[in-house]
Nanobody, 123 residues
Framework: QLQLVESGGGLVQAGDSLTLSCVAS????????MGWFRQGPGKDFGLIIS????????YSRDSVKGRFTISRDNAKSTVYLRMNDLKPEDTGVYFC????????????????WGQGTQVTVSS
């Protein structure tokens, strides 16, 4: 089993920056594609951004391109989400997810999940 624990959420103003972290334990972190998912206030849910197991490839939803960056440190079993120029529509609960398949993750699914961390962006 892979345990994922997110941290770093909070209440910020539009235009601010925030960095989320997700620490993994229990299995080999470097085996997994890692992604950040968001559940918005309207309960819409989906993949925001992901990174390959080696860190060489990333995917970003169009709405966050140029503002959000994902990175990972396999030695620390940690994946990060740096969010710049935050907008009210970025508000939601952010979940860290892990799967061996990027294709599976692109459909909004993952084998392992964190508990989520709330990000609220005020206008």
């Amino acid at each position: 089993q892979l345990q994922l624990v997110e941290s770093g959420g909070g209440l910020v103003q539009a235009g601010d920056s925030l960095t989320l972290s997700c620490v993994a334990s229990g299995r080999s972190f470097s085996d997994y594609v890692m992604g950040w998912f968001r559940q918005g206030p309207g309960k819409d849910f989906g993949l925001i951004i992901s990174i390959s197991s080696s860190g060489s490839t990333t995917y970003s939803r169009d709405s966050v391109k140029g503002r959000f960056t994902i990175s990972r440190d396999n030695a620390k079993s940690t994946v990060y989400l740096r969010m710049n120029d935050l907008k009210p529509e970025d508000t939601g609960v952010y979940f860290c997810g892990a799967d061996v398949s990027a294709q599976v993750m692109s459909t909004g699914r993952a084998n392992w999940w964190g508990q989520g961390t709330q990000v609220t962006v005020s206008s």
